[in-house]
């Protein structure tokens, strides 16, 4: 019997070790919960469609803070990227595209406002790489830097108020479907596919991986740590500026101080996601699990009418208690 149950306790060990099964069974267990807290008001086509609307949003911020993470870095900087990029597409729609404009001209418009938010957020990327690869200045540090400089921007250019009305075609952007599923939900299963696919089956996925375990080693190894960390921002600016898209789009305006929240919300969806903060690891599986998990608590939450500050209290609670059972799978397997 007693060796039964070692073997027992092994096995609830290992299961627990496992990011995705750990996830896995906090999502449902939330959903659960949420379903039987309210019986015909949170498993419905409605909320699951304002869900589909609300968490692509964050989810790409999430992507673009992970590729930082597993490098042993951070991306303090993607709020203010995505502002920055959405601004200058807003820009470009309101003054390229006017009122009564054709299609043609419309067709015009929106491919050089798209355009110019993915390159701004390629720009802005490119930017943090390079002060941290040429100057030598610490993720946290150039990030943080170039967080309050791309808001400045933001701020000359705006001179502070919001910028609206842009054209219907563009709002279907953040407020569209497609085949039934909101567009926003189809744009982020995209970018988590690619940043999938990036670091599980290309050279540079690897390269990142083992930067992050060991700066030094990687370069005795020869990979080409600088290129490769300068590429990692390049892309979590791109996943911003595209964030910046669907955020003006979702609510026909831009400014330079939207989303602020979200840059806590992120680092909070990729550590809880499995991301190891010190860098080499990370699945976008598991940052999508943890992503569904907050989204059903906050959801969850705003339907029973609880404040902000208890969502906060509750998302905080419910990372120190996947870090605590990750903790608990990690020990060895003695009772």
């Known amino acids: 019997m007693n060796a039964r149950f070692q073997w027992g306790i092994r096995r609830v060990r290992a ?3 496992s990011d995705a099964l750990r996830l896995s069974g906090i999502c449902l267990g939330i959903g659960l919960l949420m379903t039987l807290l309210l019986p015909g008001k949170f498993l419905t086509v409605r909320n699951l469609t304002s869900m589909g609307f609300q968490f692509p949003e964050l989810g790409l911020f999430a992507l673009a803070v992970m590729l930082s993470l597993i490098t042993g870095g951070i991306d303090l900087s993607v709020v203010s990227t995505a502002n920055l990029a959405g601004i200058l597409a807003a820009l470009v729609l309101t003054r390229l595209i006017p009122e009564g404009a054709g299609d043609r001209a419309t067709l015009v418009g929106l491919l050089a406002a798209v355009g110019l938010a993915l390159a701004t957020g390629a720009l802005c990327g490119l930017g943090n790489g390079l002060i941290i690869t040429r100057l030598g200045v610490t993720p946290i540090l150039a990030t943080l830097g170039t967080m309050q400089l791309y808001m400045g921007f933001s701020l000359v250019i705006t001179r502070g108020p919001a910028v609206s009305g842009f054209p219907k075609a563009f709002l279907a952007l953040g407020n569209g479907t497609l085949a039934g599923v909101p567009v926003p939900l189809w744009l982020f299963a995209m970018a988590g596919m690619a940043v999938a696919l990036l670091l599980g089956r290309t050279v540079f996925g690897v390269q990142a991986g083992l930067i992050g375990s060991s700066d030094r080693a990687a370069r005795f190894a020869g990979i080409p740590v600088t290129s490769v960390l300068v590429r990692t921002y390049v892309v979590s600016g791109v996943l911003a500026g595209l964030a910046g898209l669907i955020i003006i789009a979702h609510t026909n305006s831009a400014k330079a101080d939207y989303g602020a929240s979200y840059l806590l919300q992120a680092v909070l969806v990729a550590i809880l996601g499995g991301v190891d903060p010190k860098g080499g690891f990370g699945r976008v599986r598991g940052v999508v699990l943890a992503l ?3 989204q059903f608590l906050s959801s969850g939450f705003s339907l029973l009418r609880f404040s902000q500050f208890t ?25």
């Open 15 to 17: 299961a627990l070790q």
């Open 311 to 335: 969502k906060e209290f509750a998302w905080g609670v419910l990372l120190l208690l996947a870090m605590g059972i990750g903790a608990l799978g990690r020990r060895d397997g003695r009772p």
């Open 292 to 294: 569904l998990a907050l």
